[in-house]
């Protein structure tokens, strides 16, 4: 299973501090990054869901973006969509119970809304950002689920 286990502010990518953003102006983020056992890797071809419990604990925004592992930068994908935001294309979502996004070369039924489309034949990864952060982004009260493949 892939974990989020590190906690990054974007603007010191090589050391991992731990901080909470206490003014609603600062746009300073937090970045999680997926790791986990080296013989599971986010398959190319194949789909992938991930829950994230509500609410996520930053006070401004959060979101998840889908990054080529070969070139560092969005994906391009014929969907033309890289990332889900949380004021923006995930804003009408219900505020209770956890979210659960989907990542793979096709939508999923009923939940296009919610998907990053991926190239197969292309290695991928993700990053999650909240935007002004709280302290439970930083401790075990809150933590994003696992990538679980569904196909």
């Known amino acids: 299973m892939l974990r989020a286990i590190r906690v990054y ?3 010191v990518p090589d050391r991992v501090l731990r901080y909470v953003d206490t003014t609603a102006e600062a746009m300073d983020s937090t970045c999680l990054r997926w790791e986990g056992n080296l013989e599971y890797w986010l ?3 194949a789909s992938y869901t991930l829950d ?3 609410p996520v604990p930053g006070k401004l925004l ?3 973006t889908v990054y080529d592992a070969a ?3 969005r994906v391009q994908a014929p969907s033309d969509v890289a990332a889900l935001r949380s004021l923006f294309e995930l804003r ?6 956890p979210v659960r996004l989907h990542f793979g070369p096709t939508p999923p039924p009923d939940a296009e809304n919610r998907w990053l489309q991926t190239v197969p034949g292309r290695g991928w990864f993700a990053y999650l950002r909240i935007y002004g952060p709280e302290q439970a982004a930083f401790g075990e009260t809150w ?3 696992d990538f679980i493949r569904t196909r």
């Open 9 to 11: 502010p974007l603007n």
């Open 43 to 45: 398959d190319r071809t």
């Open 62 to 64: 959060w979101s998840v």
């Open 92 to 97: 009408d979502l219900p505020d209770d119970g």
């Open 71 to 73: 070139t560092r930068s």
């Open 143 to 145: 933590r994003p689920g």
């Open 52 to 54: 994230l419990p509500r």
